[in-house]
Every structure is written in structure tokens, then in C-alpha cells.
Nanobody
Framework: VQLQASGGGLVQAGGSLRLSCAAS????????MAWFRQVPGKEREFVSG????????YYADSVKGRFTISRDNAKNTVYLQMNSLKPEDTADYYC????????????WGQGTQVTVSS
């Protein structure tokens, strides 16, 4: 599967952005999907994940209550709605996919940059 992330940009603190990740290929609904982020010089960190059906979602404590992950399996797309953005949310955001019960994420999209100004 190939992943294409989009939707990043520059926003003021308190603002919102919605990231999208479009997947090519078949069987999208068989992939767990997630968003990660990385600041230059730091390790990539998990932001949010969603189950194959979309029924279950998981969040890092730092974004819980502010970010919402969702997916549309008919459109092969996963979203990350980011509200109440903070300067510390500034990072490159990456979408990732893993097949069914595989333990680690196998496929990665290119990053989309999010910059939150104070």
C-alpha cells in the first residue's frame, strides 16, 4: 500500500487543521492506520491509531481530547482532525499502516508539516 499525506500548514495556537492520508492499493480495511509525528532531532512519536473498522481509536496523552482520528474505508482515507493546536504540536506528521496483526507499522507516507505559531 502507498500512502499520501496532506493537509499540513501554518496555523495559530488554538486553531485547527485536518490531515488526510490517502492509500492506494487494495484491502485498505485490513490495515490498522496511525499517525506519528517527528520534530527534527527527536524520535518519531505515536500520535493516534485506529482499528480496521474504525470502531476503536487510540491517542497519545498529549493529544487526547484535542485530536480525533477517523477513517473512510470506502475512500481509502484516514483523517486526523486537530483542534486547539499548541506550539508543541509543531512537527512533521506521518501516516502509517500495518496489515492485520503485524506488530509494527510496515508502510509509511511522506510527512506533512504542521507549524503552530504562538
Amino acid at each position: 500500500v502507498q500512502l499520501q499525506a496532506s493537509g499540513g500548514g501554518l496555523v495559530q495556537a488554538g486553531g485547527s487543521l485536518r490531515l488526510s492520508c490517502a492509500a492506494s492499493g487494495r484491502f485498505f480495511s485490513n490495515y490498522y492506520m496511525a499517525w506519528f509525528r517527528q520534530v527534527p532531532g527527536k524520535e518519531r512519536e505515536f500520535v493516534s491509531g485506529i482499528s480496521r473498522s474504525g470502531a476503536s481509536a487510540y491517542y497519545a496523552d498529549s493529544v487526547k481530547g484535542r485530536f480525533t482520528i477517523s477513517r473512510d474505508n470506502a475512500k481509502n482515507t484516514v483523517y486526523l482532525q486537530m483542534n486547539s493546536l499548541k506550539p508543541e504540536d509543531t512537527a512533521d506528521y506521518y501516516c502509517a499502516a500495518k496489515w492485520r496483526d503485524v506488530s509494527s507499522y510496515q508502510y509509511w507516507g511522506q510527512g506533512t508539516q504542521v507549524t503552530v505559531s504562538s
